[in-house]
């Protein structure tokens, strides 16, 4: 039986669904985008009473890597303090269980500006200990058209402008508005909020990949809680490819929900851990699109993170 705290993202995530069901029910003769805009502002609410109270923030676009390092440092306070392999960190329920670690609040930072209306800046956070967490933006929009495709629930599609009808991955990733151009969008947004943020980390997912160990030991530190080699190479070793698809095809994680179980076991496509790689998203177009998604990158993207061409030539290494 797992302890109490472990049930609790459960018990919250169910509560937090009924009350937007009860507010949002009455409503269902209002215009459609104005329920939308009510259900953001309610979602807003509930991110911003998060945001206020973590001791560390972790913010990325969605398909960065966010599951992958929430697994690691899973386990790497688990394996400290004793909890079980199971246990997966859901905002603070491993705080309740020791108050040595801290309150992680994992976001995509896309509700918490419809409760507070700071659309065009970053002040909701400009007080907060932040993880920055960014990937190529090609390899997010490739990996958002998986996860829209095979995982998404049909409510996040409407509220989020994902595609209603069937699209092809180029045209998702290029074309529609939920592809590429919202990732950059998004990392823009963030690019020209750096210099405001006095207490940020950023971390690249191709760090991540290519030292995973430093890279990880380099979040704890910032997070006031820095590990031993030991301690690390146990969070590298569960965090892996091959045990984290494993867990997912055995659903191994307590109260989970849909976060770490395949939606297929038959198809990899449909895995949450689908491909996990820096740069694959080469593989799954021609020439003449990588070309075309390339132009895009170099001509929206703001420099910072490290991922545009002449940032590769000159060596520069991302803002930190």
């Known amino acids: 039986m797992p302890p109490l705290a472990v049930l609790k993202p459960a018990f919250s995530s169910a509560w937090k669904l009924a009350v937007r069901t009860a507010v949002l029910a009455p409503l269902f003769w209002m215009p459609q985008a104005e ?73 995509h930072d896309n509700y918490t500006k419809d409760y507070t209306g ?31 495709k095979y995982r998404m629930r049909p409510r996040k599609k409407v509220i989020n402008a994902y595609p209603r009808e069937d699209v092809d991955l180029f045209t998702f990733v290029a074309r529609h508005e939920a592809g590429i151009g919202k990732v950059i969008d998004w990392m823009n947004g963030w690019a020209r909020e750096l210099p405001k943020l006095p207490d940020l980390l950023l971390v690249r997912f191709e760090d991540l990949k290519a030292d995973t160990a430093g890279t990880l030991s380099r979040i704890l530190a910032f997070a006031g809680t820095p590990g031993t080699s030991e301690e690390i190479a146990e969070a590298v070793r569960f965090g892996s490819f091959e045990n984290m698809r494993k867990m997912e095809a055995e659903n191994r994680f307590w109260f989970a929900g849909g976060r770490l179980k395949a939606a297929d076991r038959a198809n990899p496509a449909s895995y949450k851990t689908r491909r996990g790689e820096a740069g694959g998203w080469r593989k799954d177009f021609s020439p003449e699109q990588v070309a075309e998604i390339e132009a895009i990158v170099e001509s929206r993207l703001l420099p910072g993170f490290g991922y545009l061409r002449a940032e590769r030539s000159a060596d520069v290494a991302p803002a930190a």
């Open 118 to 148: 700071n659309i065009d800046n970053k002040s909701d956070y400009y007080d907060r200990k932040v993880v920055l967490l960014v990937r190529h933006p090609a390899d997010v929009a490739v990996s958002q058209y998986h996860q829209w």
């Open 35 to 107: 329920r939308i805009r009510i259900e953001r502002w309610l979602r807003g609410r509930e991110q911003w009473q998060k945001l206020r109270r973590a001791d560390l923030v972790v913010v990325s676009f969605g398909k960065s890597g966010r599951t992958w390092l929430r697994v690691m440092l899973s386990r790497f306070y688990g394996y400290r303090y004793g909890f079980s392999e199971r246990s997966l960190i859901g905002f603070d329920n491993f705080h309740l269980r020791d108050r040595r670690i801290p309150k992680i609040f994992f976001t």
